[in-house]
């Protein structure tokens, strides 16, 4: 779980398909299967949350397991956030 946790910070996606690939009980926790799909392409780190507290708890119910799920939030719009500004930075500059 460890292992998932570590690259999931760095590589949220190759960490989502290899629980899929390797662990399909966690696959099956996301249902339907377009949500978890959707939360692939979209939000990877509130996906990746949502699939490890489900594994660790069996349900994803509570304060604790809601502020973990707005960090992954965080981290993901964060991510949209940095991605536009960077574009919108890098056409700025090119700008005569």
């Given at each position: 779980m460890c292992l998932y946790v570590a690259l999931g910070l760095v590589f949220p996606r190759v960490s989502l398909a290899l629980l899929c690939l390797f662990r399909p009980?966690?696959?099956a926790a996301?249902?339907?299967?377009?949500l978890g799909v959707?939360?692939?392409l979209v939000v990877p780190f509130t996906t990746l949350a949502y699939l490890?507290?489900?594994?660790a708890s069996g349900d994803v119910s509570g304060l604790g397991h809601l502020?973990?799920?707005?960090v992954a939030l965080t981290m993901d719009l964060?991510?949209?956030k940095g991605?536009?500004?960077r574009d919108g930075a890098s056409v700025e500059a090119c700008a005569p």
């Open positions: 009980e966690w696959a996301v249902r339907p299967w377009w959707l939360g692939f490890l507290i489900h594994a502020v973990i799920l707005l964060g991510i949209w991605r536009k500004g």
